[in-house]
T-cell receptor, first 114, second 112 residues
Framework: GPKVLQIPSHQIIDMGQMVTLNCDPV?????FYWYKQILGQQMEFLVN????????KSKLFKDQFSVERPDGSYFTLKIQPTALEDSAVYFC????????????FGKGTRLTVV | GEKVEQHESTLSVREGDSAVINCTYT??????FPWYKQEAGKSLHFVID?????DRKQSQRLIVLLDKKAKRFSLHITATQPEDSAIYFC???????????FGTGTRLQVLP
């Protein structure tokens, strides 16, 4: 079936450094999302993105976070600078239409900030 | 906005028995209710969904029931097997914002 690819699967980074998480969404999908999960617990919505713009972001989407998808390439989540509490698994997702259609999730990027 | 409550945080059943996980939601306009499975250390895996135009859907050993009046939906896993052990998340879209809201997850353990 359709797949969302996330690169890398694991990333270890020093606190204060910048990190970019990459997501290759399903090719014809129009809506993109990032979620954060700590220790296999709650899936927390971070942000959604459509037509080149952030549509909605949660309070977890701090000022240090940004997303973009330049010219149909990777949909990226950038954290600059990173903090210890940013350690989590970040899941990218995409859907053809809005969230009332099936949302496909990637395998996640495990980010460890040391 | 939408709030999704998942009532069982953990659930243990004997292999071969049925497991039931219950969720409630608040957004009356929600029309799509997916369930996801997450095995230890792995990603989310879509298992089944139900739309608001029906109240029951079955896919092999999985049954989803939807009670729109009570704003409740449930996942029934029949004839459980050890490989059903995982965390199961219910979810619902928020109708006035474009995001999927997840329940807190149910850790299902199927005991031999």
């Amino acid at each position: 079936g359709p797949k969302v690819l996330q690169i890398p699967s694991h990333q270890i980074i020093d606190m204060g450094q910048m990190v970019t998480l990459n997501c290759d969404p399903v090719s014809n999908h129009l809506y993109f999302y990032w979620y954060k999960q700590i220790l296999g617990q709650q899936m927390e919505f971070l942000v959604n993105f459509y037509n080149g713009k952030v549509m909605e972001k949660s309070k977890l989407f701090k000022d240090q976070f940004s997303v973009e998808r330049p010219d149909g390439s990777y949909f990226t989540l950038k954290i600059q600078p990173t903090a210890l509490e940013d350690s989590a698994v970040y899941f990218c997702a995409s859907s053809l239409l809005n969230a009332n259609t099936e949302v496909f999730f990637g395998k996640g990027t495990r980010l460890t900030v040391v | 906005g939408e709030k999704v409550e998942q009532h069982e945080s953990t659930l243990s059943v004997r292999e071969g028995d049925s497991a039931v996980i219950n969720c409630t939601y608040t957004d009356t306009a929600s029309s799509y209710f997916p369930w996801y499975k997450q095995e230890a250390g792995k990603s989310l895996h879509f298992v089944i969904d139900i739309r608001s135009n029906v109240d029951r859907k079955q896919s092999q050993r999985l049954i989803v029931l939807l009670d729109k009046k009570a704003k409740r939906f449930s996942l029934h896993i029949t004839a459980t097997q050890p490989e059903d052990s995982a965390i199961y998340f219910c979810a619902a879209p928020s109708s006035n914002t474009n995001k999927v809201v997840f329940g807190t997850g149910t850790r299902l353990q199927v005991l031999p």
